[in-house]
C-alpha cells in the first residue's frame, strides 16, 4: 500500500535522524493495528532497541513524535510496550481512495511480452466415467488458480490431459460390446459420459458376480480377479489396442468422442476452460521413447525381467517402475511423454500439477526423473497438492457408481437457489430470462465459493444446503451485497449524480470509512499473497471480510440521503470502488455477480 511505504521510508529517515544508525525497508515492520487498539498501522519497534538503548515503549514515544511532526500522513499515535500504533491522516485515506478509483483494474498486475511463462493443468479426466464432485473441486481450483496467476502479471496455459486408454477405459467398452445393443447418447437420449459410466458401473457389478463364484471356489479374491474370463478380455481388448487393431480402435473412438462431447457440456455449464489438451494416447508412447532414451544414458535401469527401473534411493525414495517387463507405460511414464511435448510447444517457466494429496509420491518422484532427463521446469514444479472432497454421508465410490455426478450436482444447485430466491423476493420484477440467469449464477456461484472459501490443503465435506444461504460466508451474500451496490448507484444515477473522477481531500470521514478504504486497499497484497501460496481461499475470505465491512457501513451510514454533498460523493465513489473489488475478486474464483437481484 502507498500509505506504508510512505511511512516505512519516514521512519527510516527518524532512525537515522534520532539514533544515527541506518536501517533497511525490511527491519520496518508495519502492520495493520488490532481492532481493540486505536490507530491504522502498527510500528514494531524492538529491532531499534539496539540503536536507541532506550525501551521499547520511550523508543515508541519518540520515534512517533518524529513522525507526528515530519509526516504529513501520520495525524496521531498511542503506544502499547513495544508497538506503535499509527492514526493515518483523513486526506491520506481519500487521497488512496482516488488513486484506487483511478485504477480500473486495481489490484490485477498487467502482462508484459516477457512475463514468466506458467502452464497449470488441471481436469485430467478419465473417459470411462462423467466428471464427478471430486473433479468439480479440481476444476475449479485449476481455473481459479489460473487467473490468479494471470492477475500476478504471468502469462497462462490452462492444460488438460485425458487419461483416454488403459484398462479402465477397455471395461467400458467390453461392458458396451456385450450388453449394450448399439445404444448411442441418441437413442438412449443420455450424455455421452453418463452412458459410458453406466457401462463402467455395469462391468464392475458383473466382474463381482463372477469373482464371488470363483472365491466360493475356494480361490482368493486376486486369484479369482486373475481367472475372471471378464478381465481376461478387456486385458485382451488392451492388447488389441496397443497392437493398434483397427477394430477395437474404432469402438474406442467412437465412445471416446461420445464422452468428449459430454465432458465439453460439464466444462461450459461448470464455466471452465483450456487452451492445450493433451490425451495419454498420444503421451505415453513418447514417455517410453524418453525412458528407452534414459536407459541408453545410464539414467535408468533394466532389471532381469525386461522391467525398466530408476534408482532414487539416493533421494531418499525407493525404485520406480518405468516400464513393466512386457514394454507397456504406467502412469510416470505417460506423465514423462506428457511433460516432453509440452517442453516442445511452449516455453514453460513453472508447470503447476493441480491433483489430489493422494499423488503427493507421485509427484515428488516425477520432479527428479524430470530434473534427471534435462527438463528444465523439472527440478521447479509445482504439485498443488489439494484434499479430497466428501458427502456428510461420507466418501464416494465410481465403481459402485455412488459418486455425484457433477451435471446433477449443477442441476440441483441452480434448482435450489431458484426457489430460495423466489421464496424470499429476489427474483421480483424480472423478467423469466433475467430470473433464470440470476438462478444459475447464484446456485453456481453458492457452489463454487463453498468449495473455493476452504483451505485448498484440507479435506472438505460439501454441504449443499449451507452453500446456498443468503447470510454468512456464502456466495450468494456476497452476490447479493454486490447487487444492492449496484442498485444504490443506479438510483445516484437516476437522480442525476455523476461521480467524480477524484474527490477533494479537505474534509472528515468517519473511522468507519476510513477502515473500508483500507481494506480495499488490501486487495492488491491479497493477490499477491494468493499467487504466492496457490491458496484461492485467501481471495474468498477477504472477498467476504470486504462485503461483511461494507454491509455494517451501509447500515450504519446515509448514502443518497446524506445532505452534504461532499460527503454523499464521497460515500458513492467508496460504494462503487467496493463493489469494483468485490467483482475482480469473485471473477478470480471464476464466479459472476447478477447487478440486479
Not at 6 to 30: F, M, N, W
Not at 261 to 276: H, S
Not at 506 to 532: N, P, R, W, Y
Not at 542 to 548: C, F, I, P
Request: a negative charge; hydrophobic letters at 40%; aromatic letters at 10%.
Amino acid at each position: 500500500m502507498i500509505i506504508e511505504q510512505q511511512i516505512a521510508g519516514s521512519v527510516i529517515a527518524g532512525i537515522k535522524e534520532l539514533y544515527g544508525a541506518d536501517v533497511t525497508p525490511a527491519q520496518v515492520q508495519l502492520q495493520k493495528t488490532k481492532k481493540e487498539f486505536k490507530g491504522h498501522l502498527t510500528l514494531v519497534v524492538f529491532p531499534f532497541l539496539r540503536m536507541s538503548k532506550k525501551s521499547p515503549e520511550q523508543t515508541a514515544q519518540e520515534i512517533g513524535e518524529y513522525l507526528v511532526k515530519n509526516e504529513p500522513a501520520v495525524s496521531q499515535y498511542n503506544v502499547i510496550k513495544g508497538f506503535l500504533n499509527l492514526t493515518v491522516a483523513c486526506s491520506c485515506w481519500i487521497g488512496l481512495l482516488n488513486s484506487i478509483q483511478a485504477d480500473k483494474n486495481y489490484g490485477i498486475v498487467p502482462i508484459t511480452e516477457n512475463a514468466p511463462l506458467v502452464m497449470i493443468e488441471y481436469s485430467s479426466p478419465n473417459t470411462n466415467k462423467p466428471l464427478h464432485l471430486g473433479h468439480v473441486r479440481n476444476n475449479l481450483l485449476g481455473y481459479s488458480l489460473s487467473k490468479i496467476m494471470e492477475a500476478n502479471g504471468n502469462k497462462v496455459i490452462k492444460t488438460n490431459i485425458v487419461n483416454d486408454r488403459g484398462i479402465h477405459i477397455c471395461k467400458s467398452m467390453l461392458a458396451w460390446q456385450k450388453w449394450g445393443n448399439g445404444a448411442t447418447p441418441e437413442s438412449t437420449g443420455k450424455k455421452g459420459d453418463h452412458l459410458i459410466g453406466d457401462f463402467y458401473v455395469l462391468f464392475s457389478n458383473k466382474l463381482k458376480e463372477e469373482t464371488a463364484a470363483l472365491e466360493a471356489k475356494g480361490m482368493t479374491k486376486e486369484e479369482a480377479e486373475a481367472a475372471s474370463p471378464l478381465m481376461q478380455e478387456a486385458r485382451e481388448m488392451l492388447r488389441k489396442w496397443e497392437a493398434g487393431d483397427k477394430e477395437v480402435r474404432a469402438l474406442w473412438k467412437m465412445m471416446n468422442d461420445w464422452v468428449y462431447a459430454g465432458f465439453d457440456e460439464t466444462y461450459k455449464m461448470l464455466g471452465v476452460d483450456f487452451d492445450k489438451i493433451y490425451y495419454e494416447s498420444n503421451t505415453y508412447l513418447e514417455g517410453k521413447k524418453k525412458v528407452l532414451e534414459g536407459l541408453e544414458k545410464g539414467i535408468f535401469y533394466r532389471r532381469e525381467d525386461g522391467s525398466v527401473w530408476a534408482d532414487l534411493r539416493n533421494e531418499g525414495l525407493d525404485e520406480k517402475l518405468l516400464l513393466r517387463q512386457d514394454g507397456t507405460s504406467v502412469y510416470m511414464t505417460q506423465d514423462i511423454g506428457t511433460a516432453k511435448l509440452r517442453f516442445d510447444d511452449y516455453p514453460i517457466n513453472k508447470m503447476i500439477y493441480v491433483v489430489g494429496n493422494e499423488q503427493n509420491y507421485h509427484f515428488q518422484v516425477l520432479s527428479i526423473l524430470l530434473d534427471r532427463l534435462g527438463f528444465d521446469f523439472g527440478k521447479g514444479l509445482v504439485h498443488f497438492s489439494y484434499g479430497m472432497v466428501e458427502l456428510p454421508e461420507g466418501k464416494m465410490k465410481s465403481r459402485e457408481g455412488t459418486v455425484v455426478d457433477a451435471d446433477d450436482l449443477m442441476e440441483e444447485m441452480i434448482r435450489t437457489a431458484r426457489e430460495i430466491s423466489q421464496e424470499l423476493g429476489k427474483l421480483d420484477g424480472l423478467s423469466k430470462e433475467e430470473a433464470e440467469d440470476i438462478a444459475r449464477m447464484v446456485g453456481l456461484g453458492s457452489l463454487k465459493y463453498f468449495i473455493l472459501k476452504v483451505d485448498p490443503r484440507k479435506n472438505m465435506t460439501f454441504n449443499p444446503k449451507e452453500s446456498i444461504d443468503f447470510n454468512g460466508n456464502t456466495g450468494p451474500f456476497i452476490q447479493y451485497t454486490y447487487a444492492r451496490i449496484c442498485s444504490v448507484l443506479r438510483k445516484a444515477d437516476e437522480q442525476g449524480i455523476v461521480l467524480p473522477d477524484a474527490l477533494p481531500t479537505d474534509f472528515e470521514i468517519s473511522e468507519k470509512e476510513e477502515g473500508l478504504i483500507q481494506m480495499v486497499a488490501d486487495f492488491a497484497q491479497v493477490v499477491k499473497e494468493a499467487g504466492e501460496t496457490y491458496s484461492p481461499a485467501c481471495i474468498a475470505n477477504y472477498t467476504y471480510d470486504l462485503v461483511k465491512e461494507y454491509n455494517q457501513f451501509y447500515h450504519d451510514f446515509s448514502i443518497l440521503r446524506e445532505t452534504d454533498e461532499k460527503l454523499k460523493e464521497f460515500r458513492l465513489v467508496l460504494s462503487a470502488n467496493v463493489a469494483k473489488v468485490v467483482k475482480e475478486g469473485m471473477a478470480l474464483l471464476g464466479i459472476e455477480v447478477p447487478e440486479r437481484m
